[in-house]
């Protein structure tokens, strides 16, 4: 029997304007923090309260816009050659940028969030390809699009090569068709699953997208160019229009011919990823025509949505589990805690993502990493705990100051357990606790085993040299809740 959900969120797509039953404040402005981007500091939410929604997310897409991508590193057109042998290097350079990443998403929230959503969109697996270069490119690519227009963003992703060689673009030729992106052009990437193409359809797209093949054994690694005397120069039909279609032929097509299912499909998708799993088909068919009438531009689908009062409803808080890189960098960036950033670090959030699941540059399959519900099962649920537990560990021993500031900072120093432990859960879960015994548990833990007159009689204050312990105490507490892995 199939159990039906239904989205009972109320709200349309009008701007968001604060009242008392819906009021502007720390939890609305998390909310945005938490979806457009990895959480926020609590000085970022304080400054997010003096400015309107509407302006908080402009100012939140236009930081992102204009970010340059990373800064391009010394071996980003390296082909296998310059290598000398030297496997060891490769690996080391596939590192460095993915310490990189992890760096930007704690420093550049939206813009990273926004490839990451695509980069489980377009999926690549480095596996396949192997070559930090051919990484690289693709990185950029999914930065410099983020925000940008989708079309040349699908007519870029199709030529780059960690594509061309993850889904055989490389190997289709006029004397033998390879039919897997064009398969996956329309299936994962803008149609959906059955939506308006044919499996002839994709027999032509494969035909017309054929001569992407520029490459050798010497060159591995390097661009990989056009030839044209690979290309079919056959006539082909696609969404019955007929002619000697080449590559950019197919992407005008298929914009043309099917722009309400292209819009549709990626709509829905940005709604479920930043939204809700459960789809509100009316505001998707909405967010449908922005993108159309936009020609296709990623930044007005997003601007129309984060700004609307749907968006900002209460039974669309706390509804989406944070993946395994989410779940970790939320939690260094909404705690301020400020680590240095060495190997060491880095590489310890990547692994413990990737133990979670979550590989970065490595989907699961070229279907991406299915998200929500499907990151937390019986092992995966303590591998979490345990992973957090590991990451509060490592504060404690190397950055215990912070912890203490961090309690001090949001309690404006207050001496009250009650009162700084309701902040902290209310801080760190997007709902905070549903019972006050659960905050009553929580301020046990934070209390730890000080004796109780220290509290009652004002004793005891965020000076005493248990504060950062008592801190590690309550948040080892909180991230052992289940609304701790939502946002």
């Excluded at 480095?126 to 983020?146: I, R």
Aim: proline share 5%; with cysteine.
């Amino acid at each position: 029997m199939t159990m039906m959900t239904i989205n009972c969120v109320t709200g349309t797509l009008a701007p968001y304007v604060p009242d008392a039953s819906m009021p502007w404040n720390e939890r609305r402005i998390m909310h945005l923090y938490r979806r457009l981007g990895f959480g926020a500091t609590p000085a970022q939410i304080a400054a997010g309260l003096s400015q309107t929604p509407s302006n908080l997310v402009d100012a939140l897409i236009d930081a992102a816009i204009a970010l340059p991508t990373a800064p391009e590193p010394e071996w980003s057109d390296w082909t296998i050659g310059q290598y000398n042998g030297d496997q060891n290097l490769a690996i080391e350079q596939i590192f460095s940028w993915r310490r990189r990443w992890v760096l930007d998403m704690i420093g550049n929230g939206p813009r990273e969030k926004l490839a990451l959503f695509w980069h489980n969109h377009f999926v690549t697996r480095l596996e396949s390809y192997g070559c930090p270069s051919w990484m690289y490119q693709y990185h950029k690519l999914l930065q410099e699009y983020a925000f940008g227009n989708f079309k040349d963003f699908v007519k870029e992703m199709g030529k780059t090569p960690a594509m061309l060689v993850f889904l055989n673009g490389v190997q289709n030729t006029r004397f033998s068709a390879n039919e897997n992106y064009a398969r996956e052009l329309y299936e994962l990437f803008t149609l959906g699953r059955d939506n308006g193409y044919t499996q002839q359809d994709i027999v032509e797209t494969a035909k017309a997208l054929t001569g992407w093949n520029g490459i050798t054994q010497e060159t591995l690694c390097g661009p990989i160019t056009f030839v044209p005397a690979l290309f079919d120069p056959s006539s082909k039909t696609i969404f019955g229009r007929t002619g000697n279609w080449g590559y950019d032929d197919v992407h005008n097509i298929l914009f043309q011919e099917r722009s309400n299912q292209v819009a549709t499909y990626i709509c829905k998708k940005l709604y479920q990823a930043f939204v809700s799993p459960e789809v509100d088909e009316n505001i998707v068919t909405q967010l449908a025509g922005i993108f159309i009438s936009n020609d296709f531009e990623i930044a007005p689908v997003l601007r129309a949505l984060f700004k609307s009062e749907h968006f900002f409803d209460d039974a669309n808080i706390g509804v989406i589990v944070k993946s395994p890189i989410e779940a970790v960098i939320s939690f260094l960036k909404e705690g301020n805690f400020q680590i240095q950033g060495t190997n060491e670090e880095l590489d310890g959030i990547i692994y413990l993502a990737s133990e979670l699941g979550q590989e970065l540059f490595n989907p699961v399959d070229v279907a991406g990493w299915q998200g929500n519900l499907t990151w937390v099962n019986s092992n995966t649920l303590t591998g979490r705990w345990q992973a957090l537990r590991f990451v509060l560990y490592a504060l404690f021993q190397s950055y215990p100051e912070q912890l203490r500031a961090f309690a001090a900072g949001l309690s404006n120093d207050s001496n009250d357990a009650d009162y700084i432990t309701e902040l902290i859960a209310n801080h760190f879960l997007p709902n905070g606790m549903q019972y006050p015994e659960d905050y009553e548990r929580a301020t046990i833990s934070f209390k730890a085993e000080i004796p109780n007159h220290y509290f009652e009689d004002g004793g005891w204050s965020l000076a005493w040299e248990t504060a950062p312990a008592q801190t590690a105490l309550l948040l080892d507490y909180l991230v052992r809740r289940p609304e701790f892995q939502l946002m």
